[in-house]
């Protein structure tokens, strides 16, 4: 099944929901960051968090950045998600691995630790971006996130994420994202019989394994609510606007000094996206070039 995100609604528009399959680009991640099973699982859960996050959003180029910093070994996590389906992000060790936990499953909680921070930038398209911070509540992810979206959103939300990597990588991806709006927020029954229904549900992946698909999961979840799903279903796909140009941008940023003593010492320069992993190498002639559009730059001042 490809890489998709749908929409849908029920109870009269009381409560939105998303659900997103990210399999492919989990994988893609895994090989291009060459992560351990636990990395694997804990990005995976964070981009397909992202694209849920960024699925809400008004314009076009609306995209919301994922922050995870906390206590566990696997220090830290970036995840950047558009509106327009596009998902990057890297952890900053890649090759943590960890025992199963108690439930015998990935220790992702474990990983990133429960004592630390979750920030969340929303990039509307204009304008200053939105940024939130939330103490982070397990670190599994999925709980952190919902935690963001019940303290700094006030948005009553049901989040389910979650991973399946197997010795032949990412078999299964994705999550949904089910949230009570305003005018259905105060009707309490509404909201136990959802939270209950996403309670008993054995997880996103097992279904997915099962061979169900988003409107079979939005059926079993919100079936005799109303339940409508929007007719266009989105492709996402893990994709990195890195460019060679923009690296050699970033080069003369380090200045004239910097540029002559790597010609110097390495007869060129080499880097690497955090991102996706793409690696850029700068011959000597081209970073001389560069010292040559700074002094011209400097001298038409």
């Known amino acids: 099944m490809?890489?998709?995100?749908?929409?849908?609604?029920?109870?009269?528009?009381?409560i939105r929901a998303v659900g997103v399959i990210a399999t492919r680009l989990t994988e893609e991640a895994r090989?291009?960051?060459?992560?351990?099973?636990?990395?694997?699982?804990?990005?995976?859960?964070?981009?397909?968090?992202?694209?849920?996050?960024?699925?809400?959003?008004?314009?076009?180029?609306?995209?919301?950045?994922?922050?995870?910093?906390?206590?566990?070994?696997?220090?830290?996590?970036?995840?950047?998600?558009?509106?327009?389906?596009?998902?990057?992000?890297?952890?900053?060790n890649p090759s943590v691995e960890l025992p199963p936990n108690s439930r015998g499953k990935l220790d992702v909680g474990g990983a990133v630790g429960n004592d630390g921070y979750l920030y969340v930038v929303r990039d509307v398209g204009y304008g200053y971006p939105y940024t939130s911070t939330v103490e982070l509540v397990s670190g599994e992810i999925g709980d952190d996130i919902?935690?963001?979206?019940?303290?700094?959103?006030q948005t009553p939300s049901a989040l389910v994420l979650g991973v399946f990597v197997g010795s032949e990588g990412v078999q299964a991806a994705g999550g949904i994202l089910i949230q009570v709006l305003p005018k259905a927020a105060t009707d309490e029954t509404l909201v136990q019989t959802l939270e209950s229904r996403v309670t008993a549900l054995s997880?996103?992946?097992?279904?997915?394994?099962?061979?169900?698909?988003?409107?079979?999961i939005f059926e079993q979840l919100l079936g005799d609510m109303g339940l409508e799903i929007l007719p266009e279903?989105?492709?996402?796909?893990?994709?990195?606007?890195?460019?060679?140009?923009?690296?050699?941008?970033?080069?003369?940023?380090?200045?004239?000094?910097?540029?002559?003593?790597?010609?110097?010492?390495?007869?060129?320069?080499?880097?690497?996206?955090?991102?996706?992993?793409?690696?850029?190498?700068?011959?000597?002639?081209?970073?001389?070039?560069?010292?040559?559009?700074?002094?011209?730059?400097?001298?038409?001042?």
């Open 31 to 92: 090989q291009r960051h060459q992560l351990s099973y636990v990395a694997t699982a804990a990005l995976g859960r964070t981009m397909s968090a992202g694209l849920l996050l960024a699925s809400n959003m008004k314009r076009a180029e609306s995209r919301v950045n994922i922050r995870i910093k906390g206590n566990g070994p696997l220090d830290g996590i970036l995840v950047d998600a558009g509106l327009d389906g596009t998902v990057r992000g890297y952890v900053d």
């Open 203 to 216: 997880g996103f992946t097992p279904l997915l394994q099962a061979g169900k698909t988003l409107p079979e």
């Open 233 to 301: 279903t989105q492709l996402v796909r893990f994709h990195c606007g890195c460019t060679f140009d923009r690296m050699l941008g970033a080069l003369k940023m380090l200045g004239e000094a910097e540029l002559q003593d790597m010609i110097e010492k390495d007869d060129g320069a080499e880097a690497t996206c955090h991102f996706c992993g793409t690696v850029y190498q700068a011959s000597s002639a081209q970073l001389n070039q560069l010292i040559v559009d700074l002094q011209s730059e400097a001298s038409a001042k």
């Open 2 to 14: 490809a890489d998709q995100l749908i929409r849908a609604t029920a109870a009269e528009g009381g």
């Open 146 to 153: 919902s935690h963001y979206l019940v303290t700094s959103e």
